[in-house]
């Protein structure tokens, strides 16, 4: 019989902290294997598709600044095409999701495993942002191609200033008459109370 004092020797060798650690580390370090393989995966089809739209890009007048086109690096790479739409890819490594950030929340423009279409929906959303920004600078001023000049023709006037001007002299021969009209009635009326004076001053004479 054994006393309690007495120390127990294991049967087996006890595992050490040590090795622990080392076993949770290299999971670890598998994982972020993973991780990396997935974003130099989606940073690589980005690359490709930037690639596949630098001749839009380089189309795109140069005192436009509203443009990016960059593919940022991260977690989850992005290909920008301006401040609120960008190419991200899915969870697969191989779909194109064109996406736009507006008001009410994130709207999907395009999904696709095809390069060449998310291409041409980001083509045709350039395309459209040029459009509108010409407009926008066009908007009220004339054009500066050879043939198309068109003289600002400004529509007449309506005569306001002649009728004013009628309608103040009228104003002003009414009152000349309605003074006069007064001037008269005022005159009857002396007349009227002092006619019975001038006849007797006459009579008197």
Same mark, same amino acid.
């Given at each position: 019989?054994?006393?309690?004092?007495?120390?127990?020797?294991?049967?087996?060798?006890?595992?050490?902290?040590?090795? !622990?650690?080392?076993?949770?580390?290299?999971?670890?370090?598998?994982?972020?294997?993973?991780?990396?393989?997935?974003?130099?995966?989606?940073?690589?089809?980005?690359?490709?598709?930037?690639?596949?739209?630098?001749?839009?890009?380089?189309?795109?007048?140069?005192?436009?600044?509203?443009?990016?086109?960059?593919?940022?690096?991260? @977690?989850?790479?992005?290909l920008w095409i301006d401040a609120v739409? &960008?190419?991200?890819?899915?969870?697969?490594?191989?779909?194109?999701?064109?996406?736009?950030?507006?008001?009410?929340?994130?709207?999907?423009?395009?999904?696709?495993?095809?390069?060449?279409?998310?291409?041409d929906a980001v083509t045709r959303y350039?395309?459209?942002?040029?459009?509108?920004?010409? &407009?926008?600078?066009?908007?009220?001023?004339?054009? !500066?191609?050879?043939?198309?000049?068109?003289?600002?023709?400004?529509?007449?006037?309506?005569?306001?200033?002649?009728?004013?001007?009628?309608?103040?002299?009228?104003?002003?021969?009414?009152?000349?008459?309605?003074? !006069?009209?007064? !001037?008269?009635?005022?005159?009857?009326?002396? @007349?009227?109370?002092?006619?019975?004076?001038?006849?007797?001053?006459?009579?008197?004479?």
């Amino acid at each position: 019989m054994k006393d309690a004092g007495d120390k127990i020797t294991p049967m087996e060798p006890s595992r050490k902290l040590s090795d !622990a650690i080392r076993d949770v580390k290299n999971a670890f370090a598998d994982r972020d294997d993973v991780v990396v393989d997935m974003r130099e995966a989606h940073r690589m089809r980005l690359d490709l598709l930037a690639t596949e739209l630098a001749p839009v890009f380089a189309d795109v007048p140069a005192d436009m600044d509203s443009f990016d086109f960059a593919v940022s690096s991260g @977690l989850q790479p992005r290909l920008w095409i301006d401040a609120v739409s &960008h190419v991200a890819m899915g969870r697969d490594r191989r779909t194109y999701r064109f996406l736009k950030d507006t008001r009410v929340g994130r709207v999907v423009l395009a999904e696709t495993t095809e390069m060449k279409a998310v291409a041409d929906a980001v083509t045709r959303y350039v395309a459209e942002r040029v459009v509108e920004r010409q &407009h926008m600078m066009e908007g009220g001023v004339e054009s !500066a191609v050879p043939g198309l000049h068109r003289p600002v023709v400004r529509e007449a006037e309506p005569p306001i200033q002649s009728e004013s001007r009628l309608s103040g002299w009228t104003t002003f021969f009414a009152g000349l008459g309605l003074i !006069a009209a007064g !001037a008269l009635v005022g005159l009857a009326v002396s @007349l009227a109370m002092f006619w019975d004076r001038i006849v007797h001053m006459k009579i008197s004479f």
